[in-house]
T-cell receptor
Framework: NAGVTQTPKFRVLKTGQSMTLLCAQD?????MYWYRQDPGMGLRLIHY???????AKGEVPDGYNVSRLKKQNFLLGLESAAPSQTSVYFC????????FGPGTRLTVT | ELKVEQNPLFLSMQEGKNYTIYCNYS?????LYWYRQDPGKSLESLFV?????AVKQEGRLMASLDTKARLSTLHITAAVHDLSATYFC??????????????FGKGTHLIIQP
């Protein structure tokens, strides 16, 4: 039982490049979330999903897209990366509490 | 819009001392969470508080929730160096549907010195 895993762990992008972050959970949870964490800040919700095939916007959705084609996977896409998207990204899934993945550290130069 | 405020944001204390971290939130919610984060690591769940008056304790940490006052506290008793970390409180966001995610405080960076 791996819990919540994220791929990749680290990535450096140039401005304008695109990439997809993968989150996978093996706990059969319906709810999944993407957050970003910037220095001196708590986590902020980007997008979330309440089930396979559904997604919704969180507090800071601009510049990101998501997809939930399979229940166990939640993808976060950056179509044209910007330096403001340099951050640590956490995925989570939940029952009554949230279980967080290890994070992806993304730098956009 | 739900706002969550923690104070203090930075705390340096000596081993053996007691202290309390406060978490205020702006709208009605009956679910509050405390997390610990070590540098470069993910979030570790400490407490889940699900109702008014809930009190939970684990080792030297005790958390409580007062939903009427919209206040939670995390109390540290006889602090030890291993408790040095950043502590976050978070509150569930509801929009009439299910659980729409968490709103986090900015975190309390705790340093415990020998």
């Amino acid at each position: 039982n791996a819990g919540v895993t994220q791929t990749p762990k680290f990535r450096v992008l140039k401005t304008g490049q695109s990439m997809t972050l993968l989150c996978a959970q093996d706990m059969n949870h319906e709810y999944m979330y993407w957050y970003r964490q910037d220095p001196g800040m708590g986590l902020r919700l980007i997008h979330y999903s309440v089930g396979e095939g559904t997604t919704a916007k969180g507090e800071v959705p601009d510049g990101y897209n998501v997809s939930r084609l399979k229940k166990q996977n939640f993808l976060l896409g950056l179509e044209s990366a910007a330096p403001s998207q340099t951050s640590v990204y956490f995925c989570a899934s939940r029952t009554y509490e949230q279980y967080f993945g290890p994070g992806t550290r993304l730098t956009v130069t | 819009e739900l706002k969550v405020e923690q104070n203090p944001l930075f705390l340096s204390m000596q081993e053996g001392k007691n202290y309390t971290i406060y978490c205020n939130y702006s709208t009605t919610s009956d679910r509050l969470y405390w997390y610990r984060q070590d540098p470069g690591k993910s979030l570790e769940s400490l407490f889940v508080l699900l109702s008014n008056g809930a009190v939970k304790q684990e080792g030297r940490l005790m958390a409580s929730l007062d939903t009427k006052a919209r206040l939670s506290t995390l109390h540290i008793t006889a602090a030890v160096h291993d408790l040095s970390a950043t502590y976050f409180c978070a509150v569930d966001i509801y929009s009439g549907g299910g659980a729409d995610g968490l709103t986090f405080g900015k975190g309390t960076h705790l340093i415990i010195q020998p």
